[in-house]
């Protein structure tokens, strides 16, 4: 890598095509940036390390332990490295880090303080930590408070993707407002507007990861307990993790349990021809599933 090879530099500790909100911005911004002339380099978690260029920006990405339902990632020295290497060879470019509570933007957070350079910081998350054992949530709300908040205090600018993002971090976190700018979350409208809005089906859809932040369970009991009152009606209770309707016997037909994730186009396929989409998460910015939903009627 020569220097300033790149305009741009952004680290998220994962990235699409894995599923997630944050994941799909965090690519959706790079392809943009990309396409608007910048030169783009993506570093981000994932299963693997490798390198490759896709949608005209080029992308690092590094294999990282993970712990909770390989819902948080652990950085290693390659991460590290990696981060460090293209900040050092890249003195111009402009470094963006996605939200602050996971390791992988708290490493990237110091590095660029140790170096002397600004970093902007986009935040699509409130509060950052939700466990069963309270032990696990005293030492979460402790990092939230020490460690994770001086991510948000440190940064040049910090782009919230709602005006109740903003007003956590304000208000819980320390930001300056003078620091702090909102621009909506959103999707791309080319892939949506595939998808035309079909007359709709009885159909209610719930289809996240099952983790304790998304609150899987209100949602299970909800569908278990509807759809054995309206059967004329389906409940796609879709994803991947830990669910209490893993314990549920005698299942209504049609409560329907898909144990994995939809790819985009076929999630579309079901929100376009479904009259109701469910959304039960204990904390969200302006979450990109509602907002595709909406748009699918």
């Not at 911004?29 to 005209?56: M, P």
């Amino acid at each position: 890598m020569s220097r300033n090879e790149h305009d741009i530099i952004t680290v998220s500790h994962y990235f699409y095509p894995r599923v997630g909100g944050l994941e799909v911005m965090a690519y959706e911004l790079s392809n943009h940036l990309s396409r608007e002339g910048f030169r783009v380099l993506s570093i981000y978690g994932g299963d693997a390390n490798r390198k490759s260029t896709f949608s005209n920006f080029a992308n690092r990405e590094i294999k990282l332990f993970s712990v909770f339902n390989a819902t948080y990632p652990i950085p290693g020295l390659r991460f590290i490295f990696t981060v460090l290497s293209a900040i050092i060879k890249n003195p111009q470019a402009k470094v963006l880090i996605h939200d602050r509570h996971l390791l992988p933007s708290v490493v990237t957070a110091m590095l660029c303080k140790l170096l002397g350079r600004e970093y902007i910081l986009i935040s699509h998350t409130n509060i950052s930590n939700y466990f069963e054992s309270k032990v696990f949530e005293l030492i979460g709300k402790c990092l939230e408070s020490i460690v994770f908040s001086s991510v948000v205090r440190s940064a040049a600018n910090v782009i919230c993707v709602s005006e109740s993002n903003k007003d956590y971090l304000i208000e819980k976190l320390g930001l300056k407002p003078s620091r702090a700018t909102v621009i909506y979350n959103g999707f791309n409208t080319n892939h949506i507007s595939k998808y035309q809005i079909k007359p709709k089906e009885k159909i209610v859809v719930f289809a996240t990861k099952w983790i304790p932040v998304k609150d899987p369970d209100t949602a299970a009991v909800a569908f278990y307990e509807l759809a054995k009152k309206y059967s004329d009606w389906k409940f796609y209770f879709i994803g991947v993790g830990q669910s209490i309707i893993d314990n549920f016997i005698d299942m209504p037909k049609n409560l329907i349990v898909e144990r994995y994730f939809y790819d985009k186009n076929n999630l579309y396929e079901l929100l376009s021809k479904s009259y109701i989409y469910v959304n039960s998460s204990l904390n969200e910015g302006l979450p990109v599933a509602v907002l595709e939903a909406a748009a699918l009627g």
